[in-house]
């Protein structure tokens, strides 16, 4: 019974935690320059990151993004994946190429895998070998989903107030209250997940002290 509780607990804890974050850590859809950072696996700089402009465009769609990545010396650069897909040169001048390359949620960082293969005369040996790195975005000024949904229903609001203000044919504005939006939201999700977290706890507890 003490294992079940604690399985119980364990899972109300995880979905308190997890819900609210997923919503908040969604890029809103559009599209944007975002800076980046090309790291190793097991954290710091990679080498690769030397090769690439360090800035990308990044268009954002149902919260999955696309981005475009410059590389320079491309031509050692045969190809280039994420976690979230394949890539494809949309742009090629020799010395430097662009890829279109699919990157899920940019709030999370990316699995890369690139295929590199650099001449023996200027490796001085020889190098074909598929590089493996993680790609961060730099996130912190764009908007999430959520607060580009509040700010598009808070307009819409505003909107509507004010059009009510002006149909009466008095030229007098009248001031109306806004409907709450979903700005709490998340906040009633948290009052339910701890109502939850609480009844589950008592009633599991109960059942333990009987048995």
Do not use: W
């Amino acid at each position: 019974m003490k294992k079940k509780l604690i399985l119980v607990m364990t899972f109300i804890l995880a979905l308190f935690l997890f819900v609210p974050t997923s919503f908040a850590n969604t890029i809103a859809d559009g599209t944007y320059t975002v800076p980046y950072t090309i790291n190793k696996p097991g954290g710091g700089a990679s080498i690769a990151n030397g090769y690439f402009t360090g800035s990308a465009k990044v268009t954002v769609t149902n919260g999955s993004g696309v981005a475009e990545l410059t590389v320079t010396s491309g031509e050692y650069v045969k190809s280039l994946s994420s976690s979230s897909g394949s890539g494809k040169v949309i742009s090629d001048s020799g010395d430097t190429k662009v890829y279109s390359l699919p990157v899920g949620n940019i709030a999370n960082p990316q699995n890369l895998s690139m295929h590199i293969s650099v001449p023996e005369e200027i490796a001085k040996m020889e190098y074909d070998t598929t590089h493996s790195a993680v790609i961060q975005f730099d996130t912190g000024s764009l908007p999430t989903a959520t607060s580009d949904s509040s700010q598009k229903e808070q307009n819409s609001n505003d909107q509507g107030t004010s059009n009510q203000g002006t149909n009466d044919g008095s030229g007098d504005k009248e001031v109306v209250e806004n409907p709450k939006t979903s700005d709490e939201t998340p906040l009633l999700l948290y009052v339910f997940l701890m109502a939850a977290s609480v009844a589950g706890f008592t009633f599991y507890r109960k059942r333990f002290v009987n048995n």
